[in-house]
């Protein structure tokens, strides 16, 4: 099992910045791939970004330029650093930690972007 703990949500003005934190703890095997995937009412969770093991990254195009995906292996956390943020980037953001064909969510953050 692997426990996945998101937190910095909250609300921000456009063009505003964020950093999204998710510390993952438990049975962390060592090649994985995190990421952050976001979800607004009625509609399914979308990729956002992820990062692999090697920090290897993807993004959604919608964000790229102005999102940042890292990660710390020493303290199992990934980031998320929100740049220039618009109203439409206003969702739940939930944290998802891989690894081989086992994938854990963490509980979402919300994310209000105000025009």
């Known amino acids: 099992q692997v426990q996945l703990v998101e937190s910095g949500g909250g609300l921000v003005q456009a063009g505003g910045s964020l950093r999204l934190s998710c510390a993952a703890s438990?049975?962390?095997?060592?090649?994985?791939?995190m990421g952050w995937y976001r979800q607004t009412p009625g509609n399914q969770r979308a990729l956002v970004a992820v990062?692999?093991?090697?920090?290897?990254?993807d993004y959604a195009e919608s964000v790229k330029g102005r999102f940042t995906i890292s990660r710390d292996n020493a303290k199992n956390t990934v980031y998320l650093q929100m740049n220039s943020l618009k109203p439409e980037d206003t969702a739940v953001y939930y944290c998802?930690?891989?690894?081989?064909?086992?994938?854990?969510w963490g509980q979402g953050t919300q994310v209000t972007v105000s025009s």
């Open positions: 998802r930690h891989v690894s081989g064909s086992v994938g854990y």
């Open positions: 438990g049975s962390i095997f060592r090649i994985n791939t």
């Open positions: 990062i692999a093991s090697d920090d290897s990254t």
